[in-house]
């Protein structure tokens, strides 16, 4: 036990001798309490992503000035029409006419369905008082009136009525086939207005 003792006495002091030797006298040798400084880190670029982006901007430049000369092209260059292809247009625009044209007459007094469709309320319901053709009789000359009234003053005049110097004209709006028929009616109407169809009874196409 003592022989344990001594040897304990003897290894304690060099142990630690030895810990400062090995361990803290570099610290304390250093004067920055172990800390040896931080180490720069040069981040290394890829040649590639230093030459992309130029590369991309010269793509770039290259497609716009493609794009710039195409548009030039199709600014200058005439365009060449077939004589096929213009007289298609042509009938195309003659169809989209008829398509928004008010009436149709051909033949002086055949008219398309619409307006003729006009013609038989108006023979039905009208020519009591404004004569057979529109002509006027007791009630005005329609022909004449709707070169004079807006296509809106018709309609309201339609519904509503109105007062005249001779008598007055019922208001239609509780009529359903007349409210339903009203631009049929001046279609026929502004035909006979225009002077597309006269005094004369139409006739269907």
């Known amino acids: 036990m003592n022989k344990i003792k001594s040897l304990l006495v003897v290894l304690v002091p060099v142990t630690l001798t030895i810990f400062v030797i090995v361990v803290l006298w570099p610290a304390l040798k250093g004067n920055s309490d172990g800390y040896s400084g931080a180490v720069p880190i040069i981040p290394k670029v890829a040649v590639e992503e230093l030459v992309e982006p ?57 008219l398309d369905a619409n307006s003729y469709a006009g013609f038989k309320l108006y023979r039905n319901w009208c020519a009591r008082c404004h004569g057979t053709y529109g002509q006027g009789m007791v009630g005005p000359n329609l022909a004449d009136s709707l070169n004079v009234i807006s296509e809106k003053e018709f309609f ?26 009203r631009d049929q009616l001046y279609a026929y109407l502004m035909a006979r207005a225009d002077g597309a169809i006269g005094i004369i009874k139409p006739k269907k196409q």
Request: charged share 30%; proline share 4%; aromatic share 2%.
């Open 156 to 181: 309201n005049t339609v519904e509503n009525g109105k007062s005249g110097t001779i008598g007055s004209m019922p208001a239609w709006k509780k009529n359903p086939k007349v409210m339903a028929g």
């Open 54 to 110: 130029e590369a991309e901007v010269v793509v770039e430049k290259v497609e716009a000035e493609l794009v710039i000369e195409t548009e030039l092209k199709s600014v200058t260059e005439p365009v060449v029409v077939s004589s096929e292809e213009a007289a298609t247009d042509t009938t195309t625009e003659k169809e989209n006419e008829n398509e928004d044209a008010l009436y149709s007459v051909i033949e002086g007094n055949k």
